[in-house]
């Protein structure tokens, strides 16, 4: 039996986060649900805690937060998932993620919203064509099949530790693909279902700003491990 930890990094969720964490439990996988709070102002904390979440908190930064779930996952801990706080994600798929890792056949198991059913608005053009450019690149680089930059998936406590994440924003998801894929780590992707946020507002896709900043953020981590890929401890 794998002890298994889910993370949600969450800004300013209060309208979605409940039903997120709650979706988590309904699953039975979890051991345990931790949100992080990176910041909020509003009732995020609250909601999440009384969903049954634990709370932690971290400085803004999409990576800072899910590296400060990381650190804060029992040590009992064999297997970590991560999505998002807005109920965009489905976690019903969970079983799908974990179960491969599970059964000791992957060590890395990724969503992939573009294969899998997206309700209308969910995802933007660019957030569908970054991520298939980012995974055509790295299928040149690694010879590794992905299509996206999808927030859920799981990952191998161990493997993630070794790691040493070095993205504090945008960038932290595609780090995570480009390690896991020079590592020759066995990964899978599975198609899972997309929905449009549950509530609360677009910090990323719904804004110009914020489409331009997790871009460049993106383009940026892509150049760093890619023209540095010797060890994934740096
Ligand atoms: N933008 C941003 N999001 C954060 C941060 N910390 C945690 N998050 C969470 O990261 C997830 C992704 O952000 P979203 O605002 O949903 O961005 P998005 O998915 O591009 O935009 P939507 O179209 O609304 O889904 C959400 O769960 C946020 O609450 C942070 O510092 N900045
Ligand atoms: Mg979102």
Redesign the pocket.
């Known amino acids: 039996m794998s002890n298994v930890s889910v993370v949600i ?5 209060e309208e979605p986060i409940a039903g997120v964490v709650r979706e988590c439990w309904a699953t039975k996988i979890p051991d345990e649900v931790i949100v992080v709070d ?1 910041g909020s102002d509003d009732r995020t904390a609250d909601r999440a805690r009384a969903a049954g979440a634990h709370v932690v908190k971290a400085p ?3 990576g800072r ?1 899910c590296a400060a779930g990381v650190r804060a996952v029992s040590p009992e801990s064999d297997i970590i998932v991560f999505l ?3 109920g ?1 994600d489905c976690p019903e798929f969970m079983p799908q993620l974990v179960n491969p890792i599970a059964a000791g056949k992957f060590d890395f198991v990724i969503g992939s919203r573009t294969r899998g059913q997206r309700e209308p608005g969910s995802m933007n053009f660019q957030q569908i064509f970054s991520g298939r450019l980012a995974g055509w690149l790295m299928s040149i680089l690694y010879g590794v099949r992905y299509t996206d930059m999808c927030p859920f998936r799981a990952i191998r406590r161990d493997v993630l530790e070794k790691f040493s994440m070095k993205e504090e924003t945008y960038g932290w998801n595609l780090e995570m693909q480009m390690k896991a894929a020079r590592a020759g780590l066995q990964i899978l992707e599975v198609p899972v279902n997309h929905r449009c ?1 549950t509530g609360g507002i ?5 804004t110009l700003r ?1 489409t331009f900043v997790a871009g460049a953020r993106i383009i940026a981590t892509f150049l760093r491990f890619a023209l540095k890929p010797q060890t994934n401890t740096d």
Do not use: F
């Open positions: 990094p969450a800004l300013n969720e990176n803004r930064g999409y937060a998002d706080g807005d965009s946020r677009s910090k990323v896709s719904g914020g």
